[in-house]
């Protein structure tokens, strides 16, 4: 067997154990019934908050705690691992968020889904997209690794995906912005970190200008909730804010920065904006 054939061999040796004890974990969770707990209410800045952990909350923890730790495993059998030239690229912390995201938008449509065939097709889908988006970040550990163009590209359009779909389950809960704000802030800032760390600048800046952005959109997203407009297109906005500040910060990193550019990327998310708030999704 050759060492291209090899490396593969391994990686779906591994994608298959952390599939398989995640999705077994899912289904035993669908045959057990946990209490919960809750602790009581409590006044903060004035606003009662009580804080509930339910078995829900084990199971999104527990599958994505099995993918994160499986795909870090992944990463450190890639053939690039060792070599200087890869870490300056990619972090392998950074590797860890797509996937894990994925995960955790998978167990929150299988603590929704009520009917058995809805569970079913939703853990089958489920298994699918967090088995692709631990290959995609596989392959894009390092630009010298074979497909790596391909697979960033579509990382990059899955963390959009995974960002419009968390906010909107996170704006849909209407909770206290106590609750929805470090939810959101959390969420950006790990897009941020993921698409940011392609550009191959140092992790400390790296999470700067991810927490930047995170806090610009956790912001936008506490005056949107004051708007009169749909969980859906309260989403749409703040994933057209990501794209917009993470594609300006990025050619910063870059060292590409222009007037040009920066005219163009208003006047795109200027136009998006207006359509969305047109159209009302």
């Excluded at 990463?75 to 392998?92: G, Y």
């Excluded at 009520?114 to 390092?142: C, Q």
């Excluded at 392609?198 to 610009?216: D, Q």
Aim: charged fraction near 10%.
């Amino acid at each position: 067997m050759t060492a291209s054939g090899e490396h593969q061999h391994t990686e779906r040796e591994r994608l298959s154990v952390v599939l398989a004890a995640t999705l077994a974990s899912a289904t035993l969770f669908r045959f057990m019934e946990l209490p919960s707990l809750a602790w009581g209410v409590r006044r903060i800045l004035g606003s009662p908050l009580q804080l509930t952990f339910s078995g829900d909350w084990l199971l999104a923890l527990l599958m994505t705690g099995l993918v994160a730790t499986g795909t870090f495993s992944l990463i450190q059998s890639h053939p690039l691992r060792e070599s200087a030239d890869s870490l300056q690229d990619r972090s392998v912390i950074f590797s860890l968020i797509t996937p894990t995201l994925g995960t955790l938008l998978a167990s929150m449509l299988l603590i929704r889904a009520l009917s058995w065939p809805v569970w079913l097709v939703t853990l089958l889908i489920g298994g699918v997209l967090i088995g692709v988006l631990m290959h995609l970040s596989y392959r894009a550990l390092s630009p010298e690794s074979q497909g790596y163009t391909s697979a960033r590209t579509l990382l990059n359009i899955a963390d959009y995906l995974l960002g419009f779909a968390l906010a909107s389950i996170i704006l849909r809960e209407q909770g206290r912005a106590l609750i929805t704000g470090p939810a959101m802030l959390a969420l950006m800032g790990l897009l941020a970190c993921d698409l940011l760390s392609a550009s191959g600048a140092k992790w400390t800046l790296v999470l700067l200008f991810s927490g930047i952005i995170a806090l610009l959109i956790s912001e936008m997203a506490w005056v949107l909730g004051y708007w009169p407009v749909s969980t859906w297109t309260a989403a749409t906005m703040l994933t057209l804010a990501l794209y917009l500040l993470n594609g300006l910060s990025y050619q910063y990193l870059l060292g590409q920065m222009s007037r040009r550019l920066l005219l163009e990327f208003g006047i795109v998310a200027m136009i998006m904006f207006v359509l969305v708030l047109w159209i009302r999704p």
